[in-house]
């Protein structure tokens, strides 16, 4: 149907109509509300900012102001219409050898998935003479706050957004337009009462408020980051190669989802996930090249698109899981503990004082870098992997 021949619809009826749009294109939960500044939010963001706790986080932090008021996003903006999409999936058996875990939201990309029911809304808009436009992962809007506000959940302790009954395992996002609907009456009452069990699984204890993360201490961020992974949580980041799934598993919303999920059997197909686990030798052979590595994990937010990353974290969760009787494993940590680059040459020499080989930390007492020196020096320190020889 032309857009001059769409027949004029009642703003309920418009509103039923869309969500009805997104919901038959994958969406679990659609909301509008009205697009009005977060100003508490851009406060938060803003003093989060100057204590530093962004950790060097752009993202919504980037420009804390543009991220906070939606009607900016659109010429003459009324409505925010906001969708979350399911991400939660059963975990496939972990394989044999030294692998690592993917957090659920990345083991495929479902904003890809999000961003159809958000362009099937759209769409509806657009041929009843609106306009439209879609925002998801980027930094153009805060999503849990729209989806605070649309009633689509609660803002929890951990920051995440949860849904009534089926906690955070949910990726948002929005479409923006110039058509009036009706907006969610008030937001969803807080469900986490006196509860505190994110707070407490926290490896690193990142969570610091309610509501407030510590990026400094997050290790889905800190996988993210640039330079060195910190001395003080490498032992903490276990076998996560990218993000972290702590604080959604213990969460009592969406935990019994996550073990009757998990314990769906799960074909082995082209359906699998393909990223649930990640062979740690795989991303260590020199033979896989950069491009191969941002061809496979090129829609994970990996720093510059620089894929030594991802090599930097492969090091720290083989010293975590690594066996070195194994000697695929230790000829790939000797190898590593020579490689030109000073920043993965530490982080190898880190796994190894970790995984007790002590012989491949002492030959690089005299590299020529200060930053592997520093490594051999703190050697000694190194807590000592289970099994390590």
């Given at each position: 149907m032309s857009?001059?021949?769409?027949?004029?619809?009642?703003?309920?009826?418009?509103?039923?109509?869309v969500a009805a749009a997104g919901r038959e294109h994958g969406l679990d939960e659609v909301g509008c509300t009205d697009v009005a500044s977060f100003p508490e939010v851009r406060r938060s963001l803003e003093q989060r900012r100057t204590a530093g706790q962004h950790g060097g986080m752009s993202f919504t932090f980037r420009n804390p102001r543009r991220s906070t008021e939606p009607e900016r996003l659109l010429r003459n903006a009324r409505t925010l219409v906001v969708g979350a999409k399911s991400y939660l999936e059963a975990r496939?058996?972990?394989?044999?050898?030294?692998?690592?875990?993917?957090?659920?939201?990345?083991?495929?990309?479902?904003?890809?998935?999000?961003?159809?029911?958000?362009?099937?809304?759209?769409?509806?808009?657009?041929?009843?003479?609106?306009?439209?436009?879609?925002?998801?992962?980027?930094?153009?809007?805060?999503?849990?706050?729209?989806?605070?506000?649309?009633?689509?959940g609660w803002?929890?302790?951990?920051?995440?957004?949860?849904?009534?009954?089926?906690?955070?395992?949910?990726?948002?996002?929005?479409?923006?337009?110039?058509?009036?609907?009706?907006?969610?009456?008030?937001?969803?009452?807080?469900g986490c009462r006196s509860c505190t069990r994110c707070v407490d699984a926290c490896?690193?204890?990142?969570?610091?408020?309610?509501?407030?993360?510590?990026?400094?201490?997050?290790?889905?961020w800190l996988v993210q980051d640039v330079g060195v992974f910190p001395r003080e949580h490498r032992v903490a980041l276990g076998d996560r190669i990218y993000g972290c799934d702590d604080c959604q598993e213990v969460c009592p919303p969406g935990r019994r989802d996550v073990a009757a999920t998990d314990q769906t059997p799960v074909d082995v197909g082209p359906t699998t996930p393909p990223d649930a686990w990640v062979s740690v030798l795989e991303l260590l052979d020199p033979a896989v090249s950069d491009d191969e590595l941002l061809e496979r994990f090129g829609r994970w937010y990996i720093p510059r698109r620089d894929p030594r990353h991802l090599r930097r974290n492969a090091l720290v969760v083989l010293g975590n899981v690594g066996d070195a009787?194994?000697?695929?494993?230790?000829a790939a940590l000797a190898r590593w503990c020579r490689d030109g680059d000073e920043l993965l040459r530490a982080h190898a020499v880190w796994a190894a004082a970790r995984l007790g080989l002590d012989a491949l930390v002492d030959e690089r007492?005299?590299?020529?870098?200060?930053?592997?020196?520093?490594?051999?020096?703190?050697?000694?320190?190194?807590p000592r992997a289970p099994g390590a020889a």
């Open positions: 857009r001059s021949a769409a027949p004029t619809l009642g703003a309920t009826e418009l509103r039923d109509r496939p058996e972990r394989p044999v050898g030294p692998v690592a875990s993917v957090a659920r939201y990345a083991w495929r990309d479902h904003y890809a998935e999000l961003r159809a029911g958000l362009d099937a809304m759209a769409a509806v808009l657009r041929d009843h003479g609106h306009r439209a436009a879609v925002f998801a992962d980027d930094n153009a809007l805060v999503d849990r706050a729209a989806a605070h506000r649309a009633g689509i803002w929890g302790r951990n920051s995440n957004l949860l849904v009534p009954g089926a906690g955070s395992w949910f990726v948002l996002g929005s479409v923006v337009t110039d058509a009036t609907l009706p907006v969610a009456s008030e937001p969803v009452e807080d490896p690193t204890a990142a969570i610091t408020a309610d509501g407030v993360i510590d990026a400094r201490r997050c290790l889905a009787v194994d000697p695929a494993q230790r007492a005299d590299d020529p870098s200060p930053l592997v020196r520093a490594e051999v020096a703190m050697a000694p320190s190194v």
